[in-house]
């Protein structure tokens, strides 16, 4: 039988997984970037599970708001990202 | 339920595996590309959940972002590591891994993991009637502010790019010399005849 345990620990495992892609991505925005995604993914779980078992909508509605915001943090990312390139010819492997 | 069990249990297993390949592969294109599959199982967990208005707009928003950094992350990359075969591995692999995860996905849709014991609740509150109701009339600010926000980073990310080349150009500008300012002309000698170079 599937319990709200089951999805808290999945997100866990995938948070932590996305957490230490983070820690190792030596300043690799590319990499930071997936590391966040894959973070996300956990945080999404989170809130759906605990909307389900609560049976409260607020965690959709929360978790689109978080969709929102992602695509700004992106946009910024990508942006620096670029500025990276134009200074050090690298995308912040090297330069951070 | 053994059916919905193992829907879920495959889905984690599956999510887990694309997260550990993204996080952990050396090029960071393919780490980009692993994503993709990965993204498709989420929202393959959130249909099982009975959230397909999330699902979709996950898969909408995050698909997108990700192909707009995979282009750049290309347009960046300085050693050109692919060539022609690396690229149609790549790509069948893709291919496969997305038609494997929406074929699963409609499998999740048709036998949700909502009707286990501890999680079934009433699936009426989470239609989008009612999630467009709650955002429009009950948490109207919020959806406002994370406007704002998004309104911000796009412009932020505008300037930042713009506000760079803005100073290079303006480096290129102080560096070009002006005849009448920095240069003065000189006569020379002429140079003797039968002189070597």
Redesign the interface.
Known sequence: ????Y??LL?AF??FV??F??AVTSKG?I??I???F??MQ?GI??NF??F????????G??F???I?????????????????C???H???GEEAV | ?IL??TI?YFF?VL??FF??L???SKN?IS??LF?VP??CT?SG??IA???E??AL??GL??LS??C??TV??IM?E?NNSYDSKNIKNLFAFFMFSLFLVFLINVVAAFFG??N????A??ND??SFK??GR??FYS?YF??Q???V??F???S???M??YG?EGK?QEKIKKSKIHKDEDLELVKLAPEKEGAKI
């Open positions: 039988m599937i319990t709200i089951h999805f999945l495992v995938v997984i996305g230490y892609g690799s590319a990499r970037i997936i590391a995604f894959v993914a999404a779980i759906m599970a909307a389900k078992y609560h049976g409260d909508i607020m959709e509605v978790y689109m708001l969709l929102a915001v992602g695509a700004a943090k992106i946009a910024v990312s990508l942006a620096i990202m670029l500025v390139f134009r200074k010819r690298t995308d | 339920m919905s069990d879920f984690a999510l887990i997260a550990i993204a996080v952990s960071k780490g980009l994503l990965f993204i989420l967990i959130l959940l009975g959230f208005f999330v707009s996950l928003i995050d972002s990700i707009v950094v750049f992350a960046i300085e993991v909502s286990v014991k501890e999680i609740v009433n509150i989470f009612e999630l709650h955002l948490r919020l959806f502010i994370s406007g926000i998004l911000c980073g796009a932020g990310a505008i930042l790019v760079i290079e």
